[in-house]
């Protein structure tokens, strides 16, 4: 049996945005097993993905603990494979190629890659990945629609519990800590304006995000207690009307099951390198998101939105 590699690490948005390209990679080896190399945050999500026959967890520890070095170097090499498809293509999976596995063919942006191709700095994954597939003889045909849609979970359990209708709002003012540039700070208006309009709002925390969501004018959704995991959150966003978010992984998670939204972006990252226009959600994207009014965003939602 042929066995391929494909590499992507991380991080959660990024995984998502992949998913079209590790599809195609799956139709052109119908008959290969193939195994992904990602790291622990993502392992459910990778092991859950019909993509995929197995998951490698790279332990991305430092290169000074040459003990963990050494049992992934002896890993890798002793799987047998005959291609790996590069899709994180940063100085670490590059020094994998050089370091792990030299002699087996290569997709990436590493020197010597057997089908190399850079990555413009303004070109969004899956427009890159497409072009990169082609070179290797692929045909990309789910590239530039990735649907993650297998990730959700039923979730009718949930919003019964917290009383939520069959039409609702998600708003998902999170985001990573690294980055408060990338965080809005008009999700209470815009949570009042959607509730004025007799619709319900929810919110879907996170675990760093439970103080600023019980600030909002909206439904917390927990599960024991607790918040939702990624299958739940996939779950609740494809059941939403409409969704709301920041350049975040929950926000590419709803804009890649196939649902209509706004994503907000700062002058963090350009919009289109993000691959939104793929998909079904709009997007605003301003120098100062701190700066951003409420009235802009309102009126972009009810462009597509109606309230009848």
């Given at each position: 049996m042929?066995e391929?590699?494909?590499?992507?690490?991380?991080?959660?948005?990024?995984?998502?945005?992949?998913?079209?390209?590790?599809?195609?990679?799956?139709?052109?080896?119908?008959?290969?097993?193939?195994?992904?190399?990602t790291?622990?945050p993502?392992?459910r999500?990778?092991?859950r993905?019909?993509?995929?026959?197995r998951?490698?967890?790279?332990?991305?520890?430092?290169?000074?603990?040459?003990?963990q070095m050494?049992?992934?170097?002896?890993?890798l090499?002793n799987?047998?494979?005959t291609m790996?498809y590069?899709?994180?293509?940063?100085?670490?999976?590059?020094?994998?190629?050089?370091?792990?596995l030299?002699e087996?063919d290569?997709?990436?942006?590493?020197?010597?890659?057997?089908?190399?191709?850079k990555?413009?700095k303004?070109?969004?994954?899956?427009?890159?990945?497409a072009?990169?597939?082609?070179?290797?003889?692929?045909?990309?045909r789910?590239?530039?629609?990735?649907?993650?849609?297998?990730m959700?979970?039923?979730i009718?359990?949930?919003?019964?519990?917290?009383?939520?209708?069959?039409?609702f709002?998600?708003?998902?003012?999170?985001?990573?800590?690294?980055?408060?540039q990338?965080?809005?700070?008009?999700y209470?208006?815009?949570?009042?304006?959607?509730?004025?309009?007799?619709?319900?709002?929810?919110?879907?925390p996170g675990?760093?995000e439970?103080?600023?969501?019980?600030?909002?004018p909206?439904?917390?959704?927990?599960y024991?207690?607790?918040?939702?995991?990624?299958?739940?959150l996939?779950?609740?966003?494809?059941?939403?009307?409409?969704?709301?978010?920041n350049?975040?992984g929950?926000t590419?998670?709803?804009?890649?099951?196939?649902?209509?939204?706004?994503?907000?972006?700062?002058?963090?990252?350009?919009?289109v390198?993000?691959?939104?226009?793929?998909?079904?959600?709009?997007?605003?994207?301003?120098?100062?998101?701190?700066?951003?009014d409420?009235?802009?965003?309102w009126?972009?939602?009810t462009?597509?939105?109606?309230?009848?």
């Amino acid at each position: 049996m042929e066995e391929i590699l494909i590499i992507k690490l991380g991080a959660l948005g990024d995984i998502i945005q992949a998913d079209g390209a590790l599809r195609d990679i799956r139709m052109h080896h119908g008959n290969a097993r193939i195994s992904v190399l990602t790291t622990a945050p993502y392992q459910r999500v990778m092991e859950r993905c019909p993509w995929v026959d197995r998951v490698i967890v790279d332990p991305r520890c430092s290169w000074l603990r040459i003990r963990q070095m050494n049992e992934l170097r002896l890993l890798l090499r002793n799987s047998g494979f005959t291609m790996v498809y590069d899709l994180q293509q940063v100085d670490r999976t590059r020094l994998y190629r050089h370091l792990f596995l030299p002699e087996v063919d290569w997709m990436g942006d590493t020197r010597g890659a057997t089908y190399y191709l850079k990555r413009a700095k303004s070109c969004c994954a899956a427009d890159h990945f497409a072009a990169h597939l082609a070179r290797v003889g692929l045909t990309p045909r789910f590239v530039k629609r990735s649907d993650v849609s297998w990730m959700a979970e039923e979730i009718g359990d949930i919003l019964k519990h917290h009383g939520i209708p069959d039409r609702f709002i998600a708003l998902l003012p999170g985001g990573s800590a690294e980055h408060p540039q990338k965080r809005w700070l008009g999700y209470q208006d815009l949570a009042r304006k959607f509730s004025a309009a007799g619709l319900t709002v929810v919110t879907i925390p996170g675990p760093d995000e439970m103080e600023l969501c019980d600030t909002l004018p909206a439904t917390p959704l927990l599960y024991n207690n607790s918040y939702l995991d990624y299958f739940q959150l996939a779950g609740v966003l494809t059941r939403a009307a409409y969704i709301v978010g920041n350049d975040s992984g929950p926000t590419h998670i709803g804009a890649h099951i196939g649902r209509p939204g706004l994503a907000l972006f700062g002058g963090h990252t350009p919009a289109v390198s993000t691959g939104i226009q793929h998909t079904r959600f709009q997007w605003i994207e301003v120098e100062n998101l701190q700066k951003l009014d409420t009235a802009r965003v309102w009126q972009k939602i009810t462009e597509y939105l109606t309230f009848a």
